[in-house]
């Protein structure tokens, strides 16, 4: 589909769909399983990622139109961003139904002990406490804030990190060889700027890491209060918690919010409310298997209308 194609998209109208309910369970036999130091969760329990979740990233520097880039580039992000979201609803729900259960299975508790230590949790195994600090991190960014700091952080998906490692939201790493050394670092410096294998996998990344590292605990509380009161998640409120994302602290919290009102991407804060309407398993599983990636554009994302890569 071409740029211009996929940019009109933007402006179709939403598409709301039912509310459901219940719960989604992993099949049974399946488990997680990851590496500590693999930027990305593979979770065996989750549906498979439709292929282009592997996909590189394009060539944004092709268009000289500001205008097009922007439309290529949020067209390109936005559903990586709802399948990245989706799968994070999944393992939500398995949360809460492992916490309605009086008794868990060895499987249960050590899926639990995984997203335990993943998301840095210290709590009993099971414990009301390891469930309900496991439910603050285990939970979705709104689109407008991953989409304002990728476009920040990657000056428009055009950025050597960007372009040579995938990398949307210049997140660095700490093991030699896991990415591109900067050319301004110290010499004492040891940090490197990691790489993915796809775009996609710098969303789950960078979604993990504000669910888990200490410094946006206040991203989180922002976010776990708005839940409490029932308030839909704001990128711009949440924006708040970036404090220490970088060293201009406010300033950049600023910046931040001033390209979401700029680009008016509170809009896909609404679109993505409407997606997930329906929180039913089998929707959610829908979008978090969607084939074709256009199938979670701005007004494509009715319960029926999802293809699934089977």
Not at 70 to 84: C, G, H, T
Not at 107 to 117: F, R, T
Not at 223 to 249: F, I, K, M, V
């Amino acid at each position: 589909m071409s740029a211009g194609k996929r940019a009109l998209l933007l402006a179709i109208p939403l598409i709301a769909v039912a509310i459901g309910g219940g719960f989604y369970v992993p099949p049974s036999g399946m488990s997680s399983s990851w590496s500590s130091t693999d930027s990305e969760l593979a979770l065996e329990s989750l549906p498979k990622l439709p292929g282009w979740a592997n996909t590189d990233l394009p060539d944004f520097s092709q268009y000289s139109d500001t205008t097009e880039r922007k439309a290529a580039f949020f067209s390109f992000l936005y559903p990586r961003i709802v399948l990245a979201n989706s799968r994070v609803l999944l393992e939500r729900h398995y949360l809460d139904s492992l916490a309605d259960k009086s008794e868990l299975t060895d499987e249960e508790q050590q899926w639990l002990d995984n997203q335990a230590e993943r998301l840095r949790v210290d709590a009993e195994t099971g414990s009301a406490r390891q469930l309900t600090l496991l439910r603050k991190r285990l939970d979705v960014i709104p689109p407008s804030l991953i989409m304002a700091q990728a476009a920040n952080e990657s000056a428009w998906g055009t950025s050597r990190f960007a372009t040579e490692g995938n990398n949307l939201f210049g997140q660095w790493c700490f093991t030699k060889g896991c990415g591109l050394v900067p050319t301004a670092r110290g010499e004492d410096a040891t940090h490197e700027v990691a790489s993915f294998t796809s775009p996609y996998r710098s969303v789950r990344a960078y979604i993990q890491n504000l669910n888990r590292h200490p410094t946006y605990q206040q991203l989180r509380e922002l976010r776990h209060s708005d839940r409490n009161d029932n308030e839909a998640l704001s990128g711009l409120e949440l924006a708040g918690g970036l404090l220490g994302y970088s060293e201009r602290g406010e300033d950049y919290v600023e910046e931040i919010r001033s390209m979401i009102r700029y680009n008016n991407l509170e809009f896909y804060d609404d679109d993505f409310r409407e997606v997930i309407r329906d929180q039913s398993p089998d929707h959610l599983v829908q979008l978090a298997s969607s084939s074709p990636e256009t199938a979670l554009l701005p007004g494509q994302n009715g319960a029926d209308d999802i293809p699934a890569e089977g």
